[in-house]
């Protein structure tokens, strides 16, 4: 199907005329491609470009956003990172590396016309990883970055599970858990209503499950599992994937961008080392939200947005 309007320049606003809805083209070790991404707002001195977690999982579950940053009149842009459900998804499993992911976002930031006079990134989860690697690599075109629930250091991350998430469980079920991961059958159903019970509304977001919000299951659902698995791992219990080994702790000293490092109290990651962290960078502050876990923008919302709002804001 032929294009009736090409995109412009993104200083253009051309983007409009399809609800701020824009693919952009990728180009890879492997071929080309195209990613997803959404506009909302318009701020020349504020746009957040938001990074979701998985890997491979999308950008819906940061729908929550569009109740808090429009009335702050920050502009955010939603992006399926490559293989995600929006964008394509090549069957290409080379192309699922951290620093191929980091030349896809620096390509996405050229081609949204963003610079250090307006972009801010946020990452959560997945996406912290992949935005402390992108600073670390280009960290000269960025305003302001938020790391979201995620530490620095995977071996950390999972000491943390070993040592102060797990022993509070149901040590009967959380053994049938490891013995599932063990025998590889982790798409039994049985793993994932363990995990859910024991675990994910414990520390991934504290709501019964009946409630967990829509477009949170919509971007559950819609997980890629070719990245998700190989990167992370089955769960969100432990990284034992390509992550296992991740600790870019040593180098946050070098990361001059004025940071913010948020986190939850009851979040899958060590809410003290988040501080520590912040405590690393130069310009890097930390703010825990007190009820949340790792979804704090749904289990404590107004926390979460007034210090990610407050952030923003202090720098324009």
């Known amino acids: 199907m032929t294009a009736i309007h090409p995109y412009l320049d993104y200083s253009g606003r051309d983007d409009a005329l399809s609800g ?19 506009r909302v707002g318009n701020n020349p001195k504020a746009r957040l470009l938001l990074l979701h977690g998985g890997p491979g999982a999308t950008h819906e579950y940061f729908e929550c956003f569009d109740s808090h940053l429009p009335a702050a009149g920050i502009e955010y842009i939603y992006y399926d990172q490559l293989g995600s459900f929006y964008s ?56 302001g970055m938020v790391i979201s629930n995620m530490m620095s250091s995977i071996p950390a991350y999972n000491d943390y599970a070993e040592r102060v998430l797990m022993p509070p469980m149901d040590q009967v079920k959380l053994a049938r858990v490891k013995e599932l991961e063990a025998a590889g059958d982790t798409q039994n159903p049985e793993y994932g209503d363990l995990l859910m019970e024991i675990h994910y509304i414990h520390h991934v977001l504290r709501m019964p499950p009946e409630n967990w919000p829509d477009p949170v299951l919509r971007a559950f659902g819609h997980i890629n599992n070719s990245i998700y698995v190989p990167i992370q791992g089955p ?7 390509k992550l296992l080994h991740w600790d870019r702790t040593a180098d946050l000293a070098t990361i001059s961008t004025p940071t913010l490092v948020l986190g939850g109290e009851h979040d899958t990651m060590d809410p003290r080392f988040l501080e520590h962290m912040a405590s690393l960078m130069p310009n890097g502050t930390s703010f825990t939200c007190p009820q949340g876990s790792h979804m704090a923008m749904y289990d404590d919302p107004q926390a979460y947005f007034g210090a990610l709002i407050g952030f923003i804001n202090a720098r324009n």
Do not use: M
Not at 20 to 38: D, L, M, N
Not at 235 to 241: D, I, M, N, Q
């Open 88 to 143: 394509d998804q090549p069957e290409a499993p080379e192309l699922w590396e951290i620093d191929r992911f980091v030349d896809e976002v620096e390509q996405v930031r050229i081609a949204l016309g963003l610079d250090a006079s307006n972009f801010f990134i946020l990452g959560h989860s997945w996406g912290g990883v992949l935005a402390i690697e992108y600073a670390l690599r280009y960290q000269q075109h960025i305003k």
């Open 20 to 38: 701020g809805v824009r693919k952009i083209p990728i180009s890879t070790p492997e071929g080309e491609f195209s990613v997803w991404t959404k």
């Open 235 to 241: 769960s969100e219990l432990g990284a034992s994937g």
